[in-house]
């Protein structure tokens, strides 16, 4: 059996995402009868069909879904390696907007932006930090950040950042008169510094040990809707902060807090970088998806 050609399995994928003949040789700037023609020779040299046609539609058979299923990530990864191939040495210009969490932002993205614009020193970067569920799209974002649960089906979403993990710190004053809570049910005796969302919601604390999980209603006398103030007020001794630990990081070695019931607070899937995929990818963002497809993975 022949080999089949790049051109031709790109044309099928297209086709058969497609549905259509016509929209797919609009999308790859073909005829639709040039289309049909390489389809119908590609079938002739895999000795199979791929797909059923009508006057009216286009399905795929039980063997086109297959290579399909395959043939789909192969291609979007061999479009991906040219990019980053040709993005090395592209002079990429332009503006990039991308909305992301404040913790996104402390934690992920300035090592990745500066990486960019020391590559691609005519990008523009705009960074919005914004916790709100925002719609990029509508806003006009070329992309935005979020965990990978709150991303639309509808998305591209490519992980950034790695696994995370929660961290519980308090002070050593603070511990000294309260006493070191073991288990998630010993915080209803302790001041609990809260996070509260933009939309009103109080941040549930979310812990999780051999497979069993539960999420917290803390109470205190405190509440931020910052992180990095909950780490501060932490350190004051107001009481337990629940954080990101790339925020107590640096307090935590200074020894100005101790981190607490660390074994229920294991990794979880983190960020996720997200844009649309009806959209043109402007190269400013392909540009920031090859950088951080070269980061290291604690970074991207």
């Not at 790859?28 to 289309?35: E, K, Q």
């Not at 286009?58 to 789909?72: D, F, N, P, S």
């Not at 990864?77 to 913790?103: F, K, Q, T």
């Amino acid at each position: 059996m022949q080999r089949a050609d790049l051109s031709d399995l790109a044309a099928f994928a297209s086709v058969a995402s497609h549905r259509s003949f016509r929209k797919a040789a609009t999308e790859l700037g073909v005829s639709p009868s040039a289309l049909s023609h390489a389809l119908r020779g590609l079938e002739a040299r895999m000795g199979v069909r791929l797909l059923h046609r009508t006057t009216r539609s286009v399905a795929v058979t039980e063997a086109g879904a297959i290579l399909l299923a395959r043939l789909g990530p192969a291609l979007a990864e061999i479009g991906e390696a040219v990019d980053a191939a040709r993005l090395l040495s592209a002079e990429v210009s332009g503006s990039l907007r991308i909305n992301a969490p404040h913790a996104a932002c402390r934690l992920i993205l300035m090592p990745l932006v500066t990486r960019l614009l020391a590559r691609h020193p005519k990008i523009a970067v705009e960074i919005i930090g914004d916790n709100a569920m925002t719609d990029v799209v509508a806003d006009g974002f070329d992309a935005g950040i979020r965990m990978g649960d709150r991303v639309a089906k509808d998305m591209i979403a490519l992980p950034i950042g790695g696994p995370q993990r929660f961290a519980v710190i308090g002070s050593p004053s603070y511990l000294d008169g309260r006493g070191i809570p073991r288990r998630p049910q010993d915080l209803a005796g302790h001041a609990c510094i809260r996070q509260r969302f933009p939309d009103g919601r109080l941040f549930k604390w979310e812990f999780e040990r051999d497979g069993s999980a539960c999420d917290i209603e803390v109470e205190g006398p405190l509440t931020f809707g910052d992180q990095e103030l909950m780490v501060e007020a932490a350190v004051q001794g107001v009481g337990l902060a629940f954080v990101f630990e790339g925020y107590a990081a640096e307090a935590l070695a200074q020894g100005r807090v101790r981190r607490l019931m660390e074994e229920w607070c294991p990794p979880f899937p983190g960020f996720h970088l997200y844009f649309s995929g009806r959209r043109h990818v402007p190269s400013t963002l392909r540009a920031f998806i090859a950088v951080m497809r070269e980061a290291p993975s604690g970074e991207a």
